[in-house]
């Protein structure tokens, strides 16, 4: 199916893990995001990327690893989970032609026990 | 120190009323806005956008109003229906990297249609 696609939907893990989260678009998109959303805060920015093998970091990255090797994936690492790191998590992306209006994947709720 | 603002964090509108949604924001240097909504369980969906050199921007039932010298926006609903209920997320960008180094959102209104 075209658009953008997060996996899993639904994960718990426990503290100290590592967790890889998912995001795959087929618009082939140069621009690729990922943000958390918690309850007073909004959504806020980890880690973005331009094109593949560029990345920068957002606002919250802490924690967090990103990788761009291929264009239309961004898989978001979590090396050592904290119960801090539990949110929904959104991956977004946008053309270059239109930079600002980014479209969201259906996010993905993530528990650390 | 949150750049984007939404004070109401939920809004109770009958329906077929006007619904009006506002935000603020205090970095000059956005210069692009956008309003996304959000059911539960769904990623936000991009709704309507407007460019700092608009004053307005309308789409259908949804106008977007942009006041920049009080750094203050809105999201008019008209008529107002009960798909609507959503949260209803306003963001900026300051155009610096062409939107790609993401955007700034504020904490969202719930708005709730009542039949």
């Known amino acids: 199916d075209a658009g953008i696609t997060q996996s899993p939907r639904y994960k718990i893990t426990e503290t100290g893990r590592q967790v890889t989260l998912m995001c795959h678009q087929t618009?082939?998109?140069?621009?690729m995001f990922w943000y958390r959303q918690d309850l007073g805060h909004g959504l806020r920015l980890i880690y973005y990327?331009?094109?593949?093998?560029?990345?920068d970091k957002g606002e919250v990255p802490d924690g967090y690893v990103v990788s761009r090797s291929k264009t239309e994936n961004f898989p978001l690492t979590l090396e050592s989970a904290t119960r801090s790191q539990t949110s929904v998590y959104f991956c977004?992306?946008?053309?270059?032609?239109?930079?600002?209006?980014?479209?969201f994947g259906p996010g993905t709720r993530l528990t650390v026990l | 120190d949150q750049q984007v603002k939404q004070n109401s964090p939920s809004l109770s509108v009958q329906e077929g009323r006007i619904s009006i949604l506002n935000c603020d924001y205090t970095n000059s240097m956005f210069d692009y806005f956008l309003w996304y909504k959000k059911y539960p369980a769904e990623g936000p969906t991009f709704l309507i956008s407007i460019s700092s050199i608009k004053d307005k921007n309308e789409d259908g039932r949804f106008t977007v109003f942009l006041n920049k010298s009080a750094k203050h926006l809105s999201l008019h609903i008209v008529p107002s229906q009960p798909g609507d209920s959503a949260v209803y997320f306003c963001?900026?960008?300051?155009?610096?990297?062409?939107?790609?180094?993401?955007?700034?959102f504020g904490k969202g209104t719930h708005l709730i249609i009542q039949p």
């Open positions: 963001a900026a960008s300051d155009g610096s990297g062409g939107g790609a180094d993401g955007l700034t």
């Open positions: 977004a992306s946008t053309s270059s032609g239109n930079t600002d209006t980014q479209y």
């Open positions: 618009w082939s998109h140069s621009y």
């Open positions: 990327s331009a094109a593949a093998d560029i990345t």
